[in-house]
């Protein structure tokens, strides 16, 4: 059997990328909530980042905690900006407020009545990337309402991943050290995809993100909405790598098709949580999965049982949704 081509990445230049991480966990408005997961997240995702997987050095990561105003914020990302001819990072964890359709990240002295004089802008953050010489510029959005940052004229020129859409909330299970979406990030930075490329291109980081998020998360009310994050990449950032895929060429073990199979699972359950369409593509994945499993484990294998009931879960769930 020949071994599947990929395209080729590209991959961030180490010494002219920069990623700005920050988090605010503390709030004086007393209606925000204390989110203590958002400073958890920006850490480990500077780990992943940075770590064995990783392609950034620590040195180029710049993490800012409960930031006390927006000069806290603008002055390291501005510097950050100027510095970077490659990959420019930012990464927001917190509550996102609102006046009228404009979004603001939360800060701790924030006033939700006076969201454009007390919060930071996401219109300036983006205008400051936009300004940047980097030739890849990303930031990762991880609050409320996230998903209206594509509307900014200044969110033009830059990739986007939010943690949920223009009308839903972010969500943080409880028993998650960190915020659903940072969790997602993470594992997925670290742990690889078993039948996945070399390495972890934007395009797969942000679809499995965004299926693994487009359904309610176990340990939340029933009545809880998915939070449906939204993605858009621009121009040749689409090959752009962020890590090493530390499961490449596990496909055909059984810890690599019983991932696989969580994973087509997670996308019919995206299906059933309002993703129409993602059923039909969980039935192509789990038809190849189980003709795997056949071959590796054995057709009376018990985790080859477990793949077969998944996909007749999944034609189930397509056969609702035609």
């Given amino acids: 059997m020949n071994p599947q081509v990929f395209w080729p990445p590209l991959l961030p230049d180490p010494g002219k990328s920069r990623a700005v991480l920050v988090s605010v966990a503390t709030f004086h408005d007393p209606g925000l909530d204390a989110l203590p997961q958002a400073h958890c997240a920006i850490d480990e995702l500077a780990d992943a980042l940075a770590g064995p997987t990783g392609l950034l050095p620590w040195d180029r990561i710049t993490r800012i905690h409960d930031p006390r105003s927006t ?7 501005r510097a950050a900006c100027r510095e ?6 930012f990464y927001y964890a917190g509550h996102g ?3 009228g359709r404009r979004l603001h990240f939360a800060l701790p002295d924030t006033d939700q009545d006076h969201a454009p004089t007390t919060a930071l802008s996401a219109q300036q953050v983006l205008e400051l990337m936009q300004s940047s010489p980097a030739r890849h510029r990303l930031a990762w959005l991880d609050c409320c309402f996230a998903g209206l940052a594509l509307d900014l004229p200044s969110a033009g020129d830059v ?3 939010t943690a949920a859409d223009r009308t839903r909330k972010a ?3 409880p028993g998650l050290r960190s915020t659903l979406f940072a969790t997602t990030l993470t594992d997925l930075l670290r742990d690889g995809v078993p039948d996945g490329p ?10 499995r993100t965004e299926i693994a998020l487009g359904q309610v998360p176990p340990g939340m009310p029933k009545r809880t909405q998915p939070p449906n994050p939204v993605h858009r990449l621009t121009h040749t950032s689409a090959d752009l790598a962020l890590a090493r895929n530390a499961a490449h060429g596990t496909a055909r073990t059984r810890e690599g098709l019983l991932s696989r199979g969580r994973f087509a699972l997670q996308t019919a359950k995206a299906d059933a949580a ?13 038809t190849e999965i189980l003709r795997e499993a056949e071959e590796v484990m054995g057709p009376t294998d018990p985790d080859t049982e477990r793949v077969r ?7 189930w769930q397509a056969g609702r949704s035609d």
């Fill in 171 to 173: 969500l943080s299970p």
């Fill in 71 to 77: 000069d806290e914020v603008l002055g390291p990302l």
């Fill in 198 to 207: 070399p390495h972890l291109d934007l395009p797969l980081i942000h679809r």
């Fill in 84 to 89: 970077t001819e490659d990959l420019l990072l």
């Fill in 97 to 99: 407020v609102l006046d």
């Fill in 274 to 286: 309002g993703r129409p369409g993602r059923a039909a593509q969980a039935v192509a994945l789990l």
């Fill in 309 to 315: 009931q998944a996909l007749d879960w999944a034609r």
């Fill in 159 to 161: 990739n986007l991943l």
